[in-house]
């Protein structure tokens, strides 16, 4: 289906351009949330006859995204989540986590503006992409943790994990003891300690 995008959206094209799209990404995205009109005659003249309209209502909105994104500089969110000792969550931070958490923070965000490459399933520090506008994105740093202190010392840069993982060793902890000579699969042996 060709349609012409009433605003820029990422990877097919900017303000005005006719574009070719499959139809359920027309039917179901582009024209219920009027990012885009059917490309047909009578609908490019409307557009033409209306185009300075349309180039000014996203000039200004742009310009609103540009100075909320002042506000966004250094953003970051705490979220506090149970994990494994491995570091994977028990379940997943989503959208949702992150709007409330954005919210906590005092910036007012859609759930559409949270941009998302993957699930966040670890504990760890993660770059989110908050699309204010279509031209408009800016980077939040998230920081999953298990406590407010795990939280703060990776905001310092440590790598808890590894740092979990050393004292497991040093501490004979939650780490299972290796033995080479083991068959695969099998556990290791219990060996009574001398009275």
């Known amino acids: 289906m060709d349609v012409i995008l009433l605003e820029r959206v990422d990877k097919l094209g900017g303000i005005g351009d006719v574009v070719k799209v499959k139809d359920g990404f027309a039917r179901n995205f582009l024209l219920p949330n009027k990012k885009a009109m059917r490309a047909n005659e009578a609908n490019r003249r409307v557009?033409?006859?209306?185009?300075?309209?349309?180039?000014?209502?996203?000039?200004?909105?742009?310009?609103?995204?540009?100075?909320?994104?002042?506000?966004?500089?250094?953003?970051?969110?705490?979220?506090?989540?149970?994990?494994?000792?491995?570091?994977?969550?028990?379940?997943?931070?989503?959208?949702?986590?992150?709007v409330d958490a954005l919210n906590e923070a005092g910036h007012k965000v859609p759930k559409?503006?949270?941009?998302?490459?993957?699930?966040?399933?670890?504990?760890?520090?993660?770059?989110?992409?908050?699309?204010?506008?279509?031209?408009?994105?800016?980077?939040?740093?998230?920081?999953?943790?298990?406590?407010?202190?795990?939280a703060e010392m990776q905001a310092q840069g440590v790598d808890v994990m590894a740092q979990v993982f050393e004292e497991g060793r040093d501490q004979g902890g939650f780490l299972e003891a290796f033995d080479p000579n083991a068959e695969p699969g099998a556990t290791a042996e219990v060996q009574d300690e001398p009275a």
């Open 47 to 98: 557009f033409e006859s209306n185009r300075a309209r349309i180039e000014a209502d996203n000039a200004n909105r742009r310009a609103e995204a540009e100075t909320e994104a002042k506000t966004f500089k250094d953003a970051s969110v705490t979220i506090i989540r149970q994990a494994s000792n491995a570091g994977q969550l028990y379940g997943s931070v989503a959208v949702r986590d992150l």
């Open 112 to 150: 559409s503006a949270i941009v998302l490459d993957r699930p966040l399933k670890a504990i760890g520090l993660y770059e989110v992409k908050v699309s204010l506008h279509p031209e408009v994105p800016v980077m939040v740093r998230v920081n999953i943790a298990r406590s407010p202190e795990e």
